[in-house]
């Protein structure tokens, strides 16, 4: 058995320009963890009992090809430990706030073939960004919250 790290980021912000992706503040992680015993429910609730945040609206890793990959729901997760081996076997997370837009990344669901190697299959979808509806490179964050305050209240716990 491969035991895995999981790595939960948080307290940075998303970047959606040129691609999306994390300008990391803090770290959290598991060391040795077996990833048979790893469910969707249990690294949602470390964001949310552990990490401070409100609700998780998406699950996201980081491939060790440099793009992020959704993951939904318990199949979400089993198609991630079918990629551990020994080459692959720390889990870089992050997540999105329920305050905070989503990022537009592929599910892992339907990542074809290696996740460490290959192409994306891209579905046929009726979105087309234009100029009006491109963020421009802005960052979204929880306004609403002092990050600095909530990360200092859920440490002092």
Known sequence: MIEVTIYFHHGGEWLTSPEPHYDI???????????????FIDLVNEYTDKLGFVGVQ????????????????????????????IDYKSINLFATEDCELSVDVPDIVM???????????????????????SNNGMVFSCSDYDTDKLENFVLKK
């Open 25 to 39: 503040e803090w770290v959290h992680y598991w060391k040795g963890y077996d990833p048979d015993l790893l469910s």
């Open 111 to 133: 990542h074809n073939g290696s996740f460490l190697l290959s192409q994306i299959v891209n579905e046929g979808t009726n979105y087309s960004e234009s100029e009006d509806d």
């Open 58 to 85: 998406e699950l996201i890793v980081l491939a060790p090809t440099g793009k992020y990959f959704e993951i939904i729901g318990n199949e979400g997760v089993r198609t991630l430990t079918s990629f551990i081996s």
